[in-house]
């Protein structure tokens, strides 16, 4: 069956560390999204793709990049982690049709100390 | 600014009854609309979506109701089960392929 994979599952790190977090989909799907949860805000976009090559950002991308080098991965990177990127973050995946619903990875929690 | 808004935070409903999960929002450009359901240590998962053409789609025990004048819609589920305990995310999205847009969430905990 297709998925949505998602690692770590867990992530302790220290402020001002690089941290790198993986999504892995084998649905082929074109876009893929990086979402946070937080308590109070509900998930929030910060980037997101619609292809290879192809990068956006979304409401809250200040601290954080991605990169699509090819279909099934975008990975998301926090250049120096602060203690604010504390959270849940979500990667997630649909096809390119409009009206295509998201599929959702488990999810990473990451704490930043 | 929030687009979505989903103005209460949980719900307590006793098995058997109707939940009834609220959401407005103030892009009069969405025209999609998605109920994601999400568990403890998962991700949400796709549950009912509904067009801006129509006000109303079921399927099984959910039904999704649009009122696009007043820019609000509602998930009924009848009957509730404790399994439907969990948090409630609406969605909307303009036309075309571009992002969600999500609410804060309501956690609906379904009482034996």
């Known amino acids: 069956d297709a998925e949505i994979t998602q690692s770590p599952r867990h992530k302790i790190t220290e402020t001002g560390r690089q941290v790198t977090l993986a999504c892995h989909q084998t649905?082929?799907?074109?876009?893929m999204f990086w979402y946070r949860q937080d308590l109070g805000h509900g998930l929030r976009l910060i980037h997101y793709s619609y292809g290879v090559q192809d990068t956006n950002k979304g409401e809250v991308s200040d601290g954080y990049s991605v990169s699509r080098s090819n279909t099934e991965d975008l990975p998301l990177t926090l250049e120096s982690a602060a203690s604010s990127q504390t959270s849940v973050y979500f990667c997630?995946?649909?096809?390119?049709?409009?009206?295509?619903?998201?599929?959702f990875g488990n999810g990473t929690r990451l704490t930043v100390t | 600014d929030q687009q979505v808004k989903q103005n209460s935070p949980s719900l307590s409903v006793q098995e058997g009854r109707i939940s009834i999960l609220n959401c407005d929002y103030t892009n009069s450009m969405f025209d999609y609309f998605l109920w994601y359901k999400k568990y403890p240590a998962e991700g949400p998962t796709f549950l009912i979506s509904i067009s801006s053409i129509k006000d109303k789609n079921e399927d099984g025990r959910f039904t999704v109701f649009l009122n696009k004048s007043a820019k609000h819609l509602s998930l009924h589920i009848v009957p509730s089960q404790p399994g439907d305990s969990a948090v409630y995310f609406c969605?909307?999205?303009?036309?075309?392929?571009?992002?969600?847009?999500f609410g804060k969430g309501t956690r609906l905990s379904v009482i034996a």
């Open positions: 649905w082929n799907h074109n876009n």
């Open positions: 997630a995946s649909s096809e390119g049709q409009e009206n295509s619903p998201l599929h």
């Open positions: 969605a909307a999205r303009n036309s075309g392929n571009t992002p969600l847009v």
